[in-house]
């Protein structure tokens, strides 16, 4: 095999209460990268999209990945990459993740899959850390397995997937821009205790509920005494969309990873699509121009759609 | 129906890193309690056992949910109850939640199974109430509905029950004094938020395990960062008893409630015991008195053995 053409998908981390351990895949929006294995060892990557990321391997968190995997393989072989990203960079649906995994993905599809998941992860961490200088895999677990997944830890990496539910996601990015690092360093370094509990008791309830999927369980285990109260406050008109997105039918949701983007899980297809409406027309009454996703959770995680 | 006699099971609060909202039910020890309904207004509360609990209604555990259920009824009947108890009054092996529960659940029976799950609860956390100035439902829930139960919020009653593992445990009860109330003082208010996430990852994973009776996953979860390292200070050779209840086979295990009992999780009956064994050796050698049980997770909870 010489080419590849694959689908990545965006990326929930957090999902609410599971703060640096849980991500959701999703089927819209998502990438496609192609790949080529090269006789010569450049590491070659194209944007067609016009968001403006650096290009130069060793900048680009495709690339990052294929430097790494080829100096650990001391590989002859480059990669020549075209990448077509639909997930916009800073939108908190996944960007950096998917193109991370993407690669690690893509590379060890063409030299014949030599990889474990656990290594495709550990490679495309490197992609994360160039992106936002933490080496995590809240992104990457869920985008490269489908799914919904628990990060228990990342050294050793040690990924569960969870039971993938039959739910809608409806989605917001509003045209806002929240670093991640300061999204991170708002966060208060100690916390109570008993908030710790409550927060726990929530994962726990949410994890339960995804296992034994009890829609029900789900929705009222979606719910943050400690993150969201710091950083809903960087991202305009959360609380509104919330309410609204709940008085609509939504089991519940909050903040796509560190934001701004804000998803909202439901039942019904239908449901999620009003959600979707009502969240534009709040960003469109006070002029913040707005993207918005409805789909189902992606059960596969990155998916080849031709090779030869 | 007019006289009632129930096995009343010990339980396991915390299991490790769920502080405060899981816990399991044990084969062994456990209690029995005897109930008449009395045509009088009576509540009397009988102990066969020598561990000098109060007998009046009002400073007995039982006596007070008994009281609860007569006042909310406005009941013309009262209760005589004969407790025979095993589960040692301090052991951390929900002494005072069996005495709780049973009263609820045996006052309930009496009166023709008139309270939900959740009713029984609200009373029998006024026994925990009484012990130990803390209306907590961690022992009551299994205790009453047998397995692993989530408590995801006392107010309101929110109890996940979860799968039942074909688990054995292994038990110790060393003769030291560990105050509920000491265990709860020497906790630290406030939290690194790091620590909490890594245990929120751990929970999340025993949840994971547990219901997906993924015994490897359930062990390797059973990690407390935040909790033991404070609560285990307070009894003599934990850290010799959990080293060498791994070093046999052990899934994982730890304190159990707030001590001094500590408790391990085997796959097999066999382990178990040999563990049980390398227990009381440890505190033979250092003369503490100490009580082992071997038993199976509990899977029913609170039974009836007779009635007339």
Redo the contacts between chains.
């Keep these: 095999m010489k080419k590849i053409k694959i689908r990545v998908p965006a990326t929930v981390a957090n999902l609410v ?6 991500g959701m895949a999703i089927n819209q929006p998502y990438d496609e990268m192609e790949f080529k294995l090269l006789e010569t060892p450049d590491i070659i990557i194209k944007h067609t999209d016009n968001f403006g990321l650096p290009e130069k391997a060793e900048e680009n968190v495709a690339g990052v990945v294929l430097l790494k995997i080829q100096e650990h393989l001391k590989l002859k072989n480059g990669f020549e990459v075209t990448i077509h990203k639909n997930i916009k960079p800073g939108s908190g649906l996944g960007s950096s993740a998917a193109s991370a995994a993407g690669a690690a993905f893509g590379a060890n599809t063409l030299l014949g899959n030599i990889f474990s998941q656990n290594q495709m992860i550990h490679f495309a961490m490197f992609g994360e850390e160039l992106a936002s200088g933490v080496r995590h895999a809240d992104n990457i677990a869920p985008c490269l397995l489908g799914g919904i997944t ?4 990342t050294d050793p990496i ?1 990924i ?1 997937p ?1 039971n993938c539910p039959n739910l809608f996601v409806a989605a917001v990015h509003p045209q806002v821009e929240v670093k991640t690092s300061d999204a991170r360093q708002i ?8 908030d ?2 409550q ?10 509920g995804i ?2 999927n009890d829609h029900a ?1 789900i929705g ?2 979606l719910n943050d005494v ?1 993150i969201e109260p710091v950083r809903s406050i960087l991202i305009p008109k959360f609380d509104e969309v919330k309410a609204k997105s709940l008085q609509l039918g939504a089991l519940g949701g909050g903040i796509s990873g560190s934001g701004p983007s804000i998803f909202m899980l439901t039942e019904k297809e239908e449901t999620a699509e009003k959600i979707a409406e009502m969240m534009k027309s709040i960003y469109d009454e006070i002029n913040i121009e707005s993207f918005v996703y409805v789909s189902k959770i992606n059960p596969a995680g990155i998916e080849i759609i031709n090779e030869d």
Excluded: H, M, P, T
Aim: charge should be positive; aromatic fraction near 6%; proline fraction near 0%.
């Design positions: 209460c599971g703060f640096d351990i849980l628990l990060v228990k830890s040690d569960i969870l966060l208060k370094k100690n916390i109570l205790l008993k710790a509990v927060q726990w008791g929530n994962i726990a309830g949410l994890v339960a296992e034994k369980l009222r285990s400690i």
